[in-house]
């Protein structure tokens, strides 16, 4: 799950300067679990800025509203038919769900309530820990699982540094070197000869760097270079075909409904609702 933390309050109330309406829109999923941008902690902080902007002796008034997944297009949908009352939009999601509302309401202010900081893995009640940087070449194949891109300071692919004391990392001795899990349990997954093969050097060109990743999923949509990558082929979008003496289409308001259904429909699958 993606993993983030509410801005500081003195941070957001410099974003809320010459707003006299704001609406903070809360996301239901990843950091909804971790406790940053959920419909709880949206309530809070709408509240808080608020109180806030009352002691400074200005006016702020800031309401909440909480969709499902801001990172879908579909969910963030509804939102459309109230934005013109506001001054702008906090949105409490994930760096994702902040780009789709700015991309899908290009007019409206979209303002960041969190920052994001990683994909990561609950451990205990109130902690998370990184586990993937999404580097989009996964190693986890021969290393049983555990990732040394993440977990090891010095992202090693060929075995411990020699540095780590009692299965401790030597560059921070509070976290487990992952090199010494990953050769305590290699013998259970039978990868003792796979981890004794050299890997080389990290494939960094699949990772973060010079532009935007894509992934394309349908066939149609990319086609193979000489070198075996592949080039992403913009396409627009199909033209409908009507049968003679098909019905009119759904006026907007039923699209809405629709996607209000699904949503619903989201949330009982999830067990919440």
Known sequence: ?????????????????????????????????CFAGGQKETRGLASALQTAAAVDGEELEVHERTV??????EFVAPLEDDLEEYDAVLSMACGVGIQTLAERYPKTRILPGLD??????????GIWEE?????????????????????????????????????MCEVDNAIPCVWNKIWDNSENLDLMDMLMEVQPPKDWSTSRGGSMRRVVVRDDLH??????????????????????????PAPAAAVD?????????????????
């Open 1 to 33: 799950m993606i993993v983030a933390e509410q801005k500081p309050l003195d941070e957001l109330k410099k974003m809320m300067k010459g707003k006299k309406k704001v609406l903070a829109v809360g996301c239901g999923t990843c950091v909804s679990v």
């Open 223 to 248: 086609q193979p270079n000489a070198d075996g990558r592949t080039t992403t082929i913009e396409v627009g979008e199909p033209e409908p075909i009507t049968p003679p003496d098909a019905p009119e």
């Open 68 to 73: 499902q997944r801001q990172c879908v297009q």
């Open 131 to 167: 586990r993937c940087v999404g580097c989009g070449q996964c190693v986890l194949e021969y290393t049983g699982g555990l990732c040394p891109i993440t977990r090891c300071p010095k992202q090693l692919m060929n075995g411990p540094c020699g540095g780590s004391e009692g299965g």
């Open 257 to 273: 409904t629709e996607a209000s259904d699904r949503e619903a429909q989201f949330l009982k699958d999830m067990g919440l609702a």
């Open 116 to 125: 994001t900081n990683f994909m990561g893995q609950p451990t205990e009640p």
